[in-house]
């Protein structure tokens, strides 16, 4: 992948072994954001890579529109989809379309990273009316339908 925070990653973790640490890229997690209007963020695996994976998958999407922020901004248009392992309980990807998708991201980079389980995130509260809020639903859902 040709970003930036990627290459500055890199460059930390060749730094980290110039000084003798024991460092490797971890490209579990890498955040991919495409600054346009709306943004377009993702990690992970899609839902078509998960299953080729050979992952038990399991979906949830939802319109960050229908969120308070959404309606602030008078924003239309947009979808995130969440991409979980049902075997594992834990989120594998996901994509927003949405006004700050990249910021929003930020949690689900560290949820992926982390292998965080699916039902915990779908415990964490977020403020009101920010746009992360959009996770909540979604995230509930993907729980919802874990085995």
């Known amino acids: ?15 980290r072994r110039l000084r003798g640490e024991d460092a490797r890229a971890d490209h579990t997690a890498v955040p991919r954001v495409t600054f346009t209007d709306p943004e377009v963020a993702s990690v992970g695996l899609s839902e078509a890579g998960a299953h080729e994976k050979g992952i038990d998958v399991v979906v ?5 529109a229908e969120a308070a922020r959404g309606y602030i901004h008078d924003f239309h248009g947009g979808m995130m989809k969440l991409v979980g392992d049902r075997r594992r309980g834990v989120l594998v990807g996901a994509t927003l379309v949405s006004p700050r998708a990249g910021e929003i991201l ?3 980079v560290l949820a992926v990273k982390l292998g965080t389980p699916i039902r915990l995130l779908a415990d964490v509260i977020h403020p009101f009316p920010a746009f992360n809020r ?14």
Not at 1 to 15: I, K, P, R, S
Not at 60 to 64: C, G, K, M, R, T
Not at 134 to 147: D, H, I, Q
């Open 1 to 15: 992948g040709g970003f930036t925070h990627l290459a500055y990653y890199h460059g930390q973790v060749v730094a």
């Open 60 to 64: 949830a999407s939802s319109d960050p």
């Open 106 to 108: 930020g949690e689900l």
């Open 134 to 147: 959009v996770l909540g639903a979604a995230l509930g859902e993907l729980a919802g339908k874990l085995a």
